[in-house]
């Protein structure tokens, strides 16, 4: 484990101007329970008590153990304080901000050392079978039973065979199924199709120098560097728990959405209680999570005032009025009523997640427009937000291209609710929304 925290703050961060800002962390259990509830309750004491103008909340996404998730958090934020201290961008008047961040299990199989640490005795001693192999046995009820002591063989192994490769893709192949009712499509991809989802250059590593988060390096693999956190598949096929964890997209993707409607929307709710303007951030799936939060059906006191997504990992009809072609509204739609600001999402093309895996690993049609809660264009009705933008354009949705910091969004305009950012420039891979320009579209936000 990696300790303890103390109920409260889990740091104090400091403002361009040198003022301090509490961060606190909320985690929630797989089914959306707070975790830490004393650390809960003290945040919503310092907030009814304080004069906070604005609080951020931010989620972490998909495959991210807490080491990465805590690591996102922090270079996001000291990042936006360096770009506003560098080109002198002011603050608002009275500006004393408060941050949030989430932590969800987000990940299949994590060690020990990359665990969240117990926060102030609220989450029970690790007396248990280990976290990752309970997640395991839960992902094997959906395999043929009689496949089940192969999956934990070949997980148990280091590397594996292109062989084993296609004998564990036809294991997991009904992780990838959908009915087919609505697509007429088979009901599942092909071992080698699925295998082929998985395949990324082994050298594509993250230096583990905290300058270099965010931005791609050619480093070789090599133990000292800290692999970018991946998604929706598009992994490693030499390393097994890689795989089972890629084979778990949907089951994480449902996972976001517990916790984003059964956990963090009650929270949300209570902080927009206060009389501070409550901006959200997600990441991947975090997305998803905040999504979730503000869709859930308990009254707002107030609007969310802005919502940033970042590569959101969510469909691209999402906010759409008719997201199957028979009328139904996209799962979010609702939330275009409750975010007071237009949503600015980000896309890329080079997120070969999101352009490449998404489609092919969440093809049940349930996922079709996000509509359960708890290239240029997009290739199927399954795309990707993150990847291709929303859809279908028109009055209330718009695509732009990335702005550097200095210049506003045009966010004004009449009937606008969700704005598109094309960061083809200054995106380069999934994980790679930590930098000037993502900080700047939060600070745009902000401002406002």
């Known amino acids: 484990m990696v300790g303890q925290l103390p109920i409260g703050p889990y740091r104090v961060v400091r403002t361009a101007e040198g003022a301090d800002v509490p961060w606190y962390i909320i985690p929630f259990d797989e089914d959306g329970n707070c975790a830490g509830p004393r650390t809960r309750d003290r945040l919503l004491d310092a907030v009814a008590a304080g004069d906070f103008t604005d609080i951020v909340v931010f989620s972490h996404g998909w495959n991210n153990n807490w080491r990465q998730a805590t690591e996102r958090y922090e270079h996001f934020f000291d990042g936006t304080v360096r770009m506003r201290h560098e080109r002198n961008l002011p603050a608002r008047l009275g500006f004393k901000p408060l941050l949030v961040g989430i932590f969800w299990p987000s990940m299949l199989m994590v060690g020990d050392a990359d665990r969240a640490p117990e926060i102030a005795a609220d989450i029970a001693d690790d007396d248990a079978v280990e976290a990752g192999w309970e997640e395991l046995h839960r992902l094997s009820r959906f395999v043929a039973p009689g496949d089940v002591p192969r999956l934990f063989e070949l997980a148990q192994l280091e590397e594996i065979s292109e062989q084993d490769a296609l004998e564990l893709a036809a294991i997991l192949a009904p992780l990838y199924a959908t009915d087919g009712a609505e697509t007429g499509e088979p009901d599942a991809p092909s071992a080698a199709a699925i295998v082929a989802s998985w395949r990324v250059p082994p050298t594509r590593r993250r230096s583990s120098d905290p300058a270099d988060f965010g931005r791609r390096t050619d480093l070789p693999a090599d133990p000292g560097g800290a692999a970018d956190p991946v998604a929706a598949g598009w992994l490693d096929f030499l390393k097994p728990t890689q795989i089972i964890r890629g084979a778990s997209v949907w ?25 501070a303007r409550v901006h959200v951030a997600g990441h991947s799936f975090g997305a998803k999570v905040m999504l979730s939060a503000i869709a859930a059906p308990a009254q707002l006191a107030k609007p969310v005032h802005s919502a940033l997504l970042l590569q959101p990992a969510v469909s691209h009809l999402c906010f759409a009025a008719n997201a199957n072609g028979k009328g139904r509204p996209g799962g979010y739609r609702s939330v275009l009523d409750r975010v007071g600001q237009p949503i600015l999402a980000t896309f890329s093309k080079h997120d070969a997640a999101l352009t490449k895996a998404f489609h092919l690993a969440l093809r049940r049609d349930g996922d079709i427009g996000e509509a359960e809660i708890a290239a240029d264009e997009p290739p199927s009705r399954y795309a990707a937000l993150g990847g291709f933008g929303p859809r279908p354009l028109g009055v209330d949705t718009a695509l732009v291209d990335v702005l550097d910091p200095g210049q506003r969004y045009g966010l004004d305009d ?33 401002t406002r």
């Open 251 to 275: 089951l994480m993707k449902d996972r976001a959405g517990r916790v984003g409607a059964r956990g963090v929307a009650p929270l949300l709710a209570r902080l927009l209680e206060s009389d």
């Open 414 to 446: 009449a009937g606008r609710q969700v704005v598109g950012v094309r960061c083809d420039r200054t995106i380069s891979d999934h994980g790679d929304i930590s930098n000037p320009s993502c900080w700047w579209m939060l600070y745009d936000l902000m």
